[in-house]
């Protein structure tokens, strides 16, 4: 069993920076993959970022590349998203989600962590 708690959301304006934390805890291994999604009323859960816990293997939805960085730290188990020039669109719950062992399905989810930009 693999346990995901997010960290970070907020209230932030448009133009503004936030950050959120994922802590992972349970077995996981370095080339299990790491993704953020992120849900917004009304709509369906969408992809943001993914990494694997090793570091490599990043990739950015089109609508976050450029202005989010996915990262990793392993020996904590911690995933980071760094999300910069936020839009309002970007205002959604955010969730953290890992593979785990040999699946290559996001298999463990968090509850999720809500992060509102106002324009």
């Known amino acids: 069993q693999v346990q995901l708690v997010e960290s970070g959301g907020g209230l932030v304006q448009a133009g503004g920076s936030l950050s959120l934390s994922c802590a992972a805890s349970?077995?996981?291994?370095?080339?299990?993959?790491v993704g953020w999604f992120r849900q917004a009323p009304g709509k369906e859960r969408e992809f943001v970022a993914r990494?694997?816990?090793?570091?490599?293997?990043?990739g950015y939805a089109d609508s976050v590349k450029g202005r989010f960085t996915i990262s990793t730290d392993d020996a904590k188990n911690m995933v980071y998203l760094q999300m910069n020039s936020l839009k309002p669109e970007d205002t959604a719950v955010y969730y953290c989600?890992?593979?785990?062992?040999?699946?290559?399905?996001?298999?463990?989810w968090g509850q999720g962590t809500q992060v509102t930009v106002s324009s």
């Open positions: 349970g077995r996981i291994f370095r080339w299990n993959v």
């Open positions: 990494i694997s816990w090793s570091g490599g293997s990043i």
């Open positions: 989600a890992t593979t785990s062992r040999w699946s290559t399905q996001y298999d463990y």
